[in-house]
């Protein structure tokens, strides 16, 4: 194994371990909504749209698509099974038409990632072929996921307030944007390089707008605090979708 190489696995074990943690981030919203029995207000299409994102890219990373993505099917995988979990629970402590809802929703990704592996594997019958036109599904996917804070971004300018854009969840993305762009990089991956190079931009953008109003957030609070007034709080899944990990997350 040559040092790029050595540096690559590297760099995706990175990615793996930085992506497993924003997976896992939002386990305490669920110990409420399990110890409350009900899902409340919470949406669930965060975690829809993650779970068809880790599929499309553990479908990119097997060896009959895209050979040499072992790390890209570990961190996908495991976040399917995440995600999944996380969407049995809204089936099970969701009101009947939102449990509706939410069914029909998973079966729509399960058939399309069906119907996509199976086109995939049987009209396209090379390697080359099978990369492109997964990974251009994947990579639009990821973008769309990267793009989701853009409202919240809106919304922090617009109330110069980053109350609603959780700290610890911008720096995971930047940390996930780093990783996964470096590891496209030693190995160009075209897939994998740009969005999450776009992801990079984004996260630090954002960084930018909570160091701006970091100030100005925590004047807001104080001074709410003294006059007693209360503020419904929107859950983070109502104001954001977590950027897909693997992007690849």
Not at 121 to 150: D, E, Q, W
Request: with cysteine; hydrophobic share 50%.
């Amino acid at each position: 194994m040559n040092p790029a190489d050595i540096a690559r696995m590297v760099v995706g074990i990175l990615g793996n371990m930085i992506s497993g943690f924003m997976f896992l981030s939002p386990l305490p919203t669920f110990f409420n909504i399990w110890r409350k029995g009900s899902v409340e207000q919470y949406s669930a299409m965060p975690y829809l749209a993650t779970l068809v994102n880790c599929m499309v890219w553990t479908l990119y990373g097997l060896p009959m698509v895209h050979p040499n993505s072992l790390l890209v099917v570990t961190i996908n995988g495991s976040g399917c099974v995440v995600e999944l979990i996380y969407v049995i629970m809204f089936l099970i402590y969701s009101e009947r038409t939102k449990r509706l809802k939410v069914f029909l929703l998973l079966l729509v990704e399960i058939f399309f990632i069906s119907a996509l592996t199976v086109l995939s594997l049987t009209l396209l019958h090379t390697v080359k072929k099978r990369s492109a036109v997964v990974g251009t599904i994947c990579a639009l996917f990821n973008l769309m996921m990267y793009a989701s804070p853009l409202t919240v971004m809106k919304m922090v300018i617009t109330t110069k307030s980053v109350e609603y854009m959780p700290f610890f969840v911008s720096m995971g993305t930047f940390g996930n944007g780093i990783a996964w762009t470096t590891y496209a990089l030693i190995r160009f991956d075209p897939f994998i390089a740009i969005p999450n190079g776009i992801g990079l931009l984004l996260s630090v953008a954002q960084l930018i707008l909570y160091a701006t109003y970091y100030k100005s957030t925590k004047r807001q609070i104080a001074e709410r605090k003294l006059t007693g007034k209360g503020q419904v709080e929107p859950t983070l899944s109502e104001v954001v979708l977590l950027p897909n990990p693997t992007i690849p997350k």
